[in-house]
């Protein structure tokens, strides 16, 4: 039987007269590809809910999607913080603590990675730019969509070195990004300006945080077998 994979929804970027949760069809494709049956989770903060969707689920895609409240790792707004859900993003932290509980594999990309970092006790750049020195451009200017625009750096012995080696070329689509690691987390990525592109939890079985988006590469191949979401799929089943 597939796994069960559930990707949480993310609150949409624009503001309309009712709140919406959305998710790109790229990560549904993705894991589709890789072998799993995904699907989508509504986020609100209910915990008979949330342990439900944990019991349900083999393991868990935190997708990308607008800012983290700068709150919940306790500092107040930069100016240059863009539009947040406060609820939301509380009830993201709440999901994650029940499935790291469960020791169920998790994999967070780009905002979704952020968020990891935050349950960990860890904290972010609220803007690169302004509060990085020396800091490369991490919003995309290339105009196809996924295609890579910048190269990281990747730690031997990590999940990233057995799929791409010591380097590999990624997207950029975020202008918040990881600032101090949480308690447990271990970087396993830099871009060449010093920004963490991915970490893991060696305590854990599977977590994993990148902060580009390789679900993007489905722009290109609708029906492509992509090595993260295959490592991750393999490790669910």
């Known amino acids: ?21 959305t998710c ?6 993705a894991l589709e590809n890789a ?8 986020a609100y903060d209910n915990d008979e809910a949330l342990r439900r969707y944990v019991d349900l689920c083999d ?20 100016p240059m913080l863009q539009g947040n859900r406060l609820e939301f993003d509380e009830c993201e932290l709440h999901l994650i603590q029940i499935i790291l509980e469960s020791k169920k ?29 020396g800091a490369q451009q991490h919003g995309q200017t290339e105009i196809t969509p996924g295609a890579p625009c910048h190269r990281i750096k990747i730690e031997d012995g990590s999940i990233l070195a057995e799929l791409y080696g010591a380097e590999t070329r990624v997207n950029s689509f975020h202008h918040q990004a990881v600032k101090d690691l949480g308690k447990g987390l271990k970087a ?11 970490f893991e939890a060696p305590d854990y079985p599977f977590v994993l ?8 590469e489905t722009n290109a191949d609708r029906h492509a077998v992509l090595p993260i979401f295959k490592k991750f799929v393999d490790v669910c089943r």
């Not at 790109?24 to 494709?29: A, N, S």
């Not at 800012?67 to 790792?73: A, C, E, G, Q």
Request: charged share 15%; with cysteine.
């Open 35 to 42: 072998g799993a049956d995904p699907i989508l989770l509504p």
């Open 24 to 29: 790109p069809e790229t990560y549904l494709f």
């Open 105 to 133: 594999p998790v994999l967070g990309i780009c905002r979704g990675a952020q968020i990891l970092n935050v349950a960990f006790g860890g904290t972010l750049y609220q803007d690169i730019v302004s509060q990085h020195e």
């Open 209 to 216: 945080g990148v902060q580009w988006h390789p679900e993007q």
């Open 59 to 78: 393991g868990f895609v935190l997708p990308g999607g607008i800012d983290i409240n700068p709150l919940t790792y306790g500092e107040d707004p930069h």
């Open 188 to 198: 396993t990525a830099h871009a060449y300006d010093g920004i963490v592109e991915a």
């Open 1 to 21: 039987m597939k796994p069960l994979i559930g990707v949480f929804a993310h609150a949409a970027r624009t503001v309309e007269t009712f709140a919406a949760q």
